[in-house]
T-cell receptor, first 116, second 116 residues
Framework: NAGVTQTPKFQVLKTGQSMTLQCAQD?????MYWYRQDPGMGLRLIYY???????DKGEVPNGYNVSRLNKREFSLRLESAAPSQTSVYFC???????????????FGSGTRLTVV | AQSVTQLGSHVSVSEGALVLLRCNYS??????LFWYVQYPNQGLQLLLK??????LVKGINGFEAEFKKSETSFHLTKPSAHMSDAAEYFC??????????????FGQGTTLQVKP
């Protein structure tokens, strides 16, 4: 089925470890987004990529880096994980920035990350 | 900057009762507005969207929302709750009036409980 695929679904890290969360979409979308979801805080934007080759910071970028590897893939990297980064991470995509506001985003099923 | 507030982190209704989930946004100019639903352990799905075409917007699963500019509100309703409606609901607004970046700002979320 077409959509947004996130890997892994679950991950436990020790403080200071690094890891990369993978996201891929097969809908030929131009825009991709990384959000984190925390109880009582909704979803907060970490980074986004309006088109292939561009990335920009969102609301909570500290401690994260991203790579728009190609049009399909947008990865999120934690260089030195901290307990405050325990969260559920969602990747989303839209055809482009404008249509994302007209038709909405397509979301992946999320990565549940625990940092101990 | 845009902001969105959902009143009530938890709402409990009986099966067959009216569902009302409240959302207020901060902009004086009508932004793009959305409601998303998240079922347990899943990603977010688009429920409905307001894009200035009509003030009463109908979505999937019998939900609808009314845009009220004078109240800066976009409340979500459903006449008769079903057990399958139990989920978390998020209101979202475009981060900029122009919508150029396609970024969305999400509310804190409201968990809907439906009692038999």
């Amino acid at each position: 089925n077409a959509g947004v695929t996130q890997t892994p679904k679950f991950q436990v890290l020790k403080t200071g470890q690094s890891m990369t969360l993978q996201c891929a979409q097969d809908m030929n979308h131009n825009s991709m987004y990384w959000y984190r979801q925390d109880p009582g805080m909704g979803l907060r934007l970490i980074y986004y990529s309006a088109s292939e080759g561009t990335t920009d910071k969102g609301e909570v970028p500290n401690g994260y880096n991203v790579s728009r590897l190609n049009k399909r893939e947008f990865s999120l990297r934690l260089e030195s994980a901290a307990p405050s980064q325990t969260s559920v991470y969602f990747c989303a995509s839209s055809q482009n920035a404008r249509t994302g506001l007209v038709y909405g985003y397509t979301f992946g099923s999320g990565t549940r990350l625990t940092v101990v | 900057a845009q902001s969105v507030t959902q009143l009530g982190s938890h709402v409990s209704v009986s099966e067959g009762a009216l569902v009302l989930l409240r959302c207020n946004y901060s902009s004086s100019v009508p932004p793009y507005l959305f409601w998303y639903v998240q079922y347990p352990n899943q990603g977010l799905q688009l429920l409905l969207k307001y894009t200035s075409a009509a003030t009463l917007v109908k979505g999937i699963n019998g939900f609808e929302a009314e845009f009220k500019k004078s109240e800066t509100s976009f409340h979500l309703t459903k006449p008769s709750a079903h057990m399958s409606d139990a989920a978390e609901y998020f209101c979202a607004v475009s981060a900029e009036i122009s919508g150029n970046t396609g970024k969305l700002i999400f509310g804190q979320g409201t968990t809907l409980q439906v009692k038999p």
